[in-house]
Every structure is written in structure tokens, then in C-alpha cells.
């Protein structure tokens, strides 16, 4: 007789999947960290060391790594400011029957390539390029075009979860704060944005992961500018367990990241 196959086998094959193909690939940029490079060869060597996580704390990769940071920051913090009134106004004030059209406007971004999104972003923020014609002055290639852009190419994944955190508001709890005599002001800050903080921080798990590890956008729109996805790009040629102990701690930052988050209650809303 032939059992009924549990949730549990079915979901097996994934979990093995998951398990030895992206756990085990993360095991092996963990242990390579730990490794050493021949100066001469510049192939790795099985030699135990901390050196590779030793020199992440030196004052140049410290300033990388503050760099990038801050940069993740800034581009969460924009598409927040962008996000929570764009989002207001689909769930709250867009007719219902073009609620939908908006989400898929939101969406039609995500289908285009990335490269052609972040050259599009170039051409605009060049010298003598169209912000320039346009608004009379450009940042040009640095810190704020790499801002700009991460904020342009990640805002989608911040919109929708916030989206969603609205609809899930009850419209009573809106009527009790206005019968109660709260202003708008009142109500978005002790109604409203509690009920929206775990969307958000959900959100913001999207944003910072995304341009915390970004390194493309960086080289088209950033000019000379260094960040940990360039640091580790640069290093894995020529000293390939430097670069895993970049990418090493890139996972420890967000670990940290969705630690916080989950005691929000994010990770309740993805």
C-alpha cells in the first residue's frame, strides 16, 4: 500500500539542496578565510591563521567597510522616506480597482535589467548628461550616485512590504483615534507607525543586504569609490582567503542585521 508522503518528505529534496549547496558553499568561504596565500604562487595554503580577519581591522578596510555601511544606511532610509507615502497613497487612497495596476507598477522596474537600469543611471548623472542639462548641476560619479542609484534599483522591495503593512491596518483603529480627537500627526505616530514598524524593518532587510553586497553598481555610477563587494572582487584573484574573510564578515554584519529584525518581528512579515 502506498503512504501518503508527509510534508516533511516533501520538502527533503530542498532542504538538501539548501543544506549542501548554499550552507555547504558558505562552510567553505568560512574555512578558506582561515587560510594563508603563497606570495609568489598566490595559491592558498591550508595554513590556520587570523591574519586575513586581523587586517579587515586596519584603518583603510575600516573605512571601507564604514563606507559601505553607510551607504547601505542611506539607501534604506531614502526608500523608507519614499516608500511610506507612496504606499500610503496605494492602499489608502488609490480607488481599489487601480490598487492592482499600482503593485504592478511598482513591479514593471524588477523586469528590467539590472545593467541597463544602473547605465541608464550613469547617463543621467554624468558631466554634461541629462540631471545636469535639466537641474543645471550633477554629483558625477561618487558616494551620491551610487546612493541614488541603489535607492532607484532597491526601492521596489521596500514599497511592498510597507504596501502591505497599510492593508493589514484596521480602519478602525484609524475612526478611534480621529473620534478620540487625535490629529494626523497623533495618529500616524502612535497608530500608524507601530503597526507599520515590522513592514518596514522587513523592507529594510531587502535594502541593506542588497546594497551592503552591491559592487556593480558601485563600478558604473561609483568612480574610484571602494566598497566591501570591490574589496572582495579585487582581492580574489591575488589573495582569495583575504577575499572570504571580506565576504565572511559581510554575513556577520547581516546575521547581526536579521537578528535585530527578527526581534521587531520582521521576519513575521516576509
Not at 510534508?7 to 548554499?22: K, N, R, S
Not at 492593508?167 to 500627526?185: I, K, Y
Request: charged residues 10%; glycine residues 8%; hydrophobic residues 55%.
Amino acid at each position: 500500500m502506498n503512504q501518503r508522503r508527509t510534508p516533511w518528505g516533501l520538502l527533503a529534496a530542498p532542504m538538501t539542496w539548501l543544506v549542501v549547496v548554499y550552507l555547504g558553499a558558505l562552510g567553505f568561504i568560512f574555512a578558506t578565510a582561515f587560510f594563508t596565500t603563497d606570495p609568489f604562487t598566490s595559491k592558498v595554503v591550508v595554513s590556520f591563521t587570523l591574519e586575513n580577519f586581523a587586517e579587515i581591522f586596519s584603518p583603510t578596510y575600516l573605512r571601507i567597510v564604514g563606507r559601505t555601511l553607510l551607504i547601505a544606511a542611506l539607501v534604506t532610509i531614502l526608500c523608507i522616506l519614499i516608500a511610506v507615502p507612496f504606499a500610503f497613497f496605494m492602499a489608502r487612497v488609490a480607488p481599489r480597482r487601480l490598487r492592482g495596476l499600482l503593485v504592478a507598477a511598482v513591479l514593471v522596474p524588477l523586469w528590467a535589467s539590472y545593467l541597463v537600469k544602473a547605465y541608464a543611471w550613469r547617463a543621467i548623472l554624468q558631466p554634461d548628461g541629462v540631471m545636469e542639462s535639466v537641474v543645471g548641476s550633477t554629483p558625477g560619479y561618487g558616494l551620491v550616485a551610487v546612493v541614488l542609484t541603489l535607492t532607484y534599483l532597491w526601492l521596489p522591495y521596500m514599497i511592498l512590504p510597507v504596501y502591505a503593512g497599510f492593508e493589514r491596518l484596521p480602519e478602525a483603529h484609524l475612526e478611534a483615534s480621529a473620534d478620540l480627537g487625535g490629529s494626523v500627526s497623533t495618529t500616524f505616530r502612535r497608530i500608524v507607525l507601530p503597526s507599520l514598524m515590522p513592514s518596514i524593518v522587513a523592507g529594510s532587510i531587502f535594502t541593506f543586504s542588497l546594497s551592503l553586497g552591491d559592487y556593480i553598481a558601485v563600478q558604473i555610477v561609483g568612480g574610484k569609490l571602494q566598497v566591501l563587494g570591490t574589496a572582495v572582487l579585487q582581492n580574489i584573484v591575488l589573495d582569495l582567503p583575504f577575499a572570504a574573510a571580506l565576504g565572511t564578515f559581510s554575513v556577520v554584519i547581516m546575521v547581526i542585521y536579521l537578528t535585530l529584525a527578527g526581534r521587531a518581528g520582521a521576519l513575521d512579515k516576509l
